[in-house]
DNA sequence: AACTGTGAACTTCTTCACAGCC
DNA sequence: GGCTGTGAAGAAGTTCACAGTT
């Protein structure tokens, strides 16, 4: 039992890490066999010699003058990101946003897979998607031990966001993705991932007014 | 017409000013007149002294010893963010995702509309969602140039977003957010800005399996 | 000849500590 | 006393350049 890393990956490196994964995939449905750092950066987006760093931290498995085998990458990469064995996740809140999560193909190809979806309107419960039966929310801690979910994916309103959280996390739930517009406190030992889409958009849109208008003035 | 600042904000704090922004509107509601960086740090779940550094690169406005003025920095922030005339979205794909997006509250309230929802189903074109009627996609050029949308949000899958993408940008469109899970390619002067819900999950994921395993070997 | 792997330089971001002001 | 604003220190991430390998 050697240790062959010194077991810390910048959480930079495993976000790109997921993209080359997706990449990796992708050639290797199109029948491709081996691939060279720029390529394969190309493809994912990034600096040719940041991907070979990023691919250095798992102990790179490349051949000089050659690249790399589209497969044996691939597998090495789900291997260190965990996605070879499916992870349970539970859902909450299946208004729109939940209901395309829940319905997300996505996820079943990158190692996750809905175990529970949950939403507090009766309208709701009983509702069949992704093959899957909407839940009431009292049936919330049951569902969670039965199935070890680990991962909860909260996409309630925001005043309710921060109750479902301390109803996960009691329930045993060690990592939360969270859509709600809200900050969520957690007990230690659970991580929460805000992704806030207005976030997204509004530093989008900064980034296009700051190009198109590079020296404005602000004040009123 | 004096400089008062060096007109650079830093990426990251840019979609902190964000976060900001809807906490200080959420106080401002509840009736809160000031804040302090302690506070108005733990609701954004941030670090107070980073708080104050981000609120640095726009002129600051605090009063030592009081703290902010919950309107004026709300004001403050939306002005620098653009967040105070609203800006024209459209939309391509309107599956579950797209969907949800159309009719997302948070976007209205936080400085964007949509004028134009696009589709290539003929089943999805006449529906009405968020109080637009879905379009066909023969119509974008046209909607984009006479709405003079700046904005993109690609919801379709990932086969056909290159193309959306050609298309909005060879139409006008100088930003966009890409839902689609693959890498986009555009004219210099677009942004892109890729949102993988994919990724994020995995990330968590690999989080937690990190924290729960420290030392794991990887190799088989 | 081609391409990987990585130390080193560089840039960006975060955190600290404290002076300055109310 | 309490809180902001910021230079300085530190950490993290990125890019470069090139040695090393096939």
Redesign the pocket.
């Known amino acids: 039992m050697i240790q062959p890393r010194p077991r810390t990956i910048?959480?930079?490196?495993v976000a790109?890490l997921a993209v080359y994964l997706r990449v990796l995939t992708s050639l290797a449905d199109g029948g491709r066999t081996t691939?060279?750092?720029?390529?394969?950066a190309s493809a994912a987006g990034?600096?040719?010699?940041?991907l070979?760093?990023?691919?250095?931290h798992l102990?790179?498995?490349?051949?000089?003058?050659?690249?790399?085998d589209v497969r044996a990458l691939r597998e090495r990469i789900a291997r260190v990101l965990g996605a070879e064995r499916s992870r349970a996740c539970v859902l909450v809140g299946i208004g729109n946003l939940g209901a395309a999560l829940a319905d997300y193909a996505g996820f079943g190809s990158r190692g996750f897979h809905f175990v529970g979806l949950f939403d507090a309107s009766p309208a709701r419960v009983g509702q069949s998607i992704g093959g899957l039966t909407v839940q009431s929310m009292a049936e919330l801690e049951a569902t969670v031990t039965a199935t070890d979910a680990s991962i909860g994916v909260i996409a309630t309103p925001a005043d309710v966001a921060q109750q479902v959280c301390d109803r996960l996390t009691g329930a045993g739930v060690r990592s939360i993705l969270n859509f709600a517009p809200v900050t969520l406190v957690a007990p230690a030992g659970v991580d929460v991932r805000p992704v806030d889409l207005s976030v997204e958009l509004q530093v989008l849109a900064f980034l296009g007014q700051q190009r198109a208008v590079p020296a404005e003035e602000v004040t009123a």
Chains 1, 2 share one sequence.
């Not at 910048?10 to 490196?13: F, Q």
């Open positions: 910048p959480e930079a490196t790109r691939v060279s750092s720029g390529e394969l990034v600096n040719p010699a940041g070979r760093k990023d691919l250095s102990g790179s498995c490349g051949v000089r003058g050659v690249g790399y």
